[in-house]
């Protein structure tokens, strides 16, 4: 295509320009593994420090289920990059495609004591702890990282995605209700907490929640729609 063409000029008047090779890799990433391969082998080749690159091996060593060469980069990316949220993740992904599970979890945990919004990394951990009593202390887990880490209000969304089934529907909603009283200066606790009152039926509650949310964020299009699905979900017309 067009902007394909226009990339790849981009690229000889620049060949090591990181930006424009990252964005060659991520739309090669979308095409097929091979050109996906050849994208990071020419990334690597110039930057044979940088963790992105070994993580985005590592992701697809595992498409392609080489799973030795997986845990090779991913590795590699948390020796260059131990401070990044994606270098633990990843690694815990794989070890977890691996069906290492025990050593998957400390990675993932690590994940989100860095970044509790990281969602991949949670949904793994989750997937990597299929027992009824590990995946609640999980949750539990990410529960505190996301008060400790204070501005994490979009991983209430991952949280409420992965407490259904796991956690009492009651428990759920009353979380969510403490993060909203106590964070009132963010929008997503507020957006979290009517979501769920909808799921359970509970309009009432939820047009209360979101009337106060819209009053303290009005300029937040997200509470909008929660306040459409409402709408929807209990049949109203207008």
Same mark, same amino acid.
């Given at each position: 295509?067009?902007?394909?063409?226009?990339?790849?000029?981009?690229?000889?008047?620049?060949?090591?320009?990181?930006?424009?090779?990252?964005?060659?890799?991520?739309?090669?990433?979308?095409?097929?593994?091979?050109?996906?391969?050849? +994208?990071?082998?020419?990334? @690597? /080749?110039?930057? %044979? =420090?940088? $963790?992105?690159? *070994?993580? &985005?091996?590592?992701? #697809?060593?595992?498409?392609?289920?080489?799973?030795?060469?997986?845990?090779?980069?991913?590795?590699?990316?948390?020796?260059?990059?131990?401070?990044?949220?994606?270098?633990?993740?990843?690694?815990?992904?794989?070890?977890?495609?691996?069906?290492?599970?025990?050593?998957?979890?400390?990675?993932?945990?690590?994940?989100?004591?860095?970044?509790?919004?990281?969602?991949? +990394?949670?949904?793994?951990? @989750? /997937?990597?702890? %299929? =027992?009824? $009593?590990?995946? *609640?202390? &999980?949750?539990?887990? #990410?529960?505190?990282?996301?008060?400790?880490?204070?501005?994490?209000?979009?991983?209430?969304?991952?949280?409420?995605?992965?407490?259904?089934?796991?956690?009492?529907?009651?428990?759920?909603?009353?979380?969510?209700?403490?993060?909203?009283?106590?964070?009132?200066?963010?929008?997503?606790?507020?957006?979290?907490?009517?979501?769920?009152?909808?799921?359970?039926?509970?309009?009432?509650?939820?047009?209360?929640?979101?009337?106060?949310?819209?009053?303290?964020?009005?300029?937040?299009?997200?509470?909008?729609?929660?306040?459409?699905?409402?709408?929807?979900?209990?049949?109203?017309?207008?």
């Amino acid at each position: 295509t067009a902007v394909r063409a226009h990339l790849a000029a981009q690229l000889e008047r620049c060949p090591r320009h990181h930006g424009l090779l990252r964005l060659q890799v991520e739309w090669a990433r979308a095409q097929d593994h091979e050109s996906a391969a050849a +994208a990071l082998d020419r990334m @690597l /080749a110039l930057y %044979p =420090g940088d $963790a992105w690159t *070994r993580r &985005e091996r590592a992701l #697809l060593a595992v498409e392609r289920q080489s799973l030795d060469v997986a845990l090779d980069e991913a590795r590699q990316a948390l020796a260059l990059e131990p401070w990044a949220p994606a270098s633990p993740g990843v690694l815990g992904y794989v070890l977890t495609e691996a069906g290492r599970l025990e050593e998957a979890r400390p990675l993932l945990r690590r994940a989100l004591e860095l970044a509790a919004d990281y969602g991949s +990394a949670a949904h793994n951990l @989750l /997937a990597a702890s %299929p =027992g009824e $009593a590990e995946g *609640r202390a &999980e949750l539990d887990f #990410l529960l505190a990282q996301i008060e400790r880490q204070g501005q994490a209000g979009d991983a209430l969304f991952t949280y409420r995605t992965l407490a259904r089934g796991r956690v009492p529907p009651a428990e759920t909603l009353a979380e969510l209700k403490r993060f909203a009283e106590a964070r009132t200066d963010l929008w997503q606790p507020f957006s979290a907490l009517a979501l769920e009152a909808i799921d359970q039926g509970r309009f009432a509650e939820a047009e209360d929640v979101l009337n106060e949310a819209l009053r303290r964020f009005p300029l937040i299009l997200a509470l909008r729609l929660d306040l459409a699905l409402l709408a929807r979900r209990r049949g109203d017309p207008e």
